[in-house]
């Protein structure tokens, strides 16, 4: 039994620019961005190297939540194509029609829901499988138990991926994030912090508040090192703020028990009635489990 956990706000904005051509439904919507998570969707529930079992998909939806109210810099729906934000809540149906679980988060984030099922069910699964590239989910990631996957690039990321992939451990990403920023997330980080410097300090202290602020006692000698501590110390505040923002929550309220995740396959009558809907013939035959 493996538990699958996928991004849909990631899905989305991934479908929505990628270069496969558009697609109207018939009434004239732009639904370019549904169809193509319906697809990859479908490419995952049919894949036999994921051999899915249990699923669920997380949107932010709205794209807001309660980190706007820490730091007004925090990432909103500003500057998101209005064609895609329209495209959410069908999204959420489209989901629903493959027979999976979707998650709408309101005052949390997708990843607060990803964080929080990983967290809650990793001790009652064979594996958790994360399925985004997002940086931010790296903390999640614990032994081979909890795995974060990149689908588009074909890669895996167990616990020791992580620290070869960012340069820390799993527990140190969301310190990680807070020196060198995000900016997927509106995260700015502090000035001077790029990724090989927060990292070189990091793997040897793991923490922020473990930093000396002294850089003449560090173990480590990132370029630049007097200058960091400085602005480590003018900035420590905003650091441990940021800090608070890339960690993701593991209590986000999740109605569903771990038994409803189960994937039986696609119910015909509500995928079959939305691809009509949609003007999606050729989709309407991708099913290859039905229930």
Same mark, same amino acid.
């Given at each position: ?5 996928? %991004?849909?706000?990631?899905? #989305? ?16 919507? %732009? ?12 490419? #995952? ?14 949107? %932010? ?45 309101? @005052? ?5 829901? #990803? ?28 032994? *081979? ?29 969301? %310190? ?8 997927? @997330? ?45 602005? #480590?110390?003018?900035?420590?505040? @905003? ?36 691809? @009509? ?6 989709? *309407? ?7």
């Amino acid at each position: 039994m493996r538990l699958h956990l996928v %991004d849909g706000t990631y899905e #989305l904005f991934r479908a929505h620019f990628s270069p496969r051509p558009g697609h109207t439904a018939p009434g004239g919507k %732009d639904v370019k961005a549904t169809v193509g998570l319906m697809s990859s969707l479908l490419a #995952l529930m049919h894949d036999p190297r994921e051999a899915v079992t249990h699923v669920a998909v997380a949107f %932010d939806n709205p794209i807001r939540s309660f980190r706007n109210a820490l730091f007004a810099g925090y990432k909103t729906e500003e500057g998101v194509p209005s064609e895609l934000l329209a495209q959410f809540d069908l999204a959420e149906e489209a989901v629903r029609a493959l027979g999976i679980t979707a998650w709408s988060m309101k @005052d949390h984030e997708a990843d607060d829901a #990803l964080a929080t099922a990983a967290a809650r069910w990793a001790s009652k699964v064979e594996q958790v499988r994360i399925l985004t590239p997002d940086k931010d989910l790296g903390q999640c990631v614990r032994g *081979k138990k909890v795995v974060q996957v990149d689908r588009r690039q074909e890669k895996e990321f167990d616990e020791d991926g992580v620290r070869a992939k960012l340069g820390v451990p799993p527990a140190s990403v969301p %310190d990680l994030l807070a020196l060198m920023g995000d900016d997927a @997330d509106g995260i700015p980080g502090l000035p001077g912090f790029g990724e090989k410097g927060a990292s070189a300090l990091l793997s040897a202290y793991g923490h922020l508040e473990k930093i000396p602020a002294d850089p003449a006692t560090w173990t480590v000698r990132p370029r630049g090192a007097d200058k960091l501590a400085a602005t #480590l110390r003018q900035h420590r505040e @905003d650091a441990l703020l940021y800090r608070r923002l890339a960690t993701l929550v593991t209590d986000a309220p999740l109605k569903e028990s771990l038994a409803e995740l189960a994937w039986a396959g696609v119910p015909r009558a509500p995928f079959e009635s939305l691809c @009509d809907r949609l003007g999606l013939t050729s989709l *309407k035959s991708r099913p290859k489990r039905w229930r």
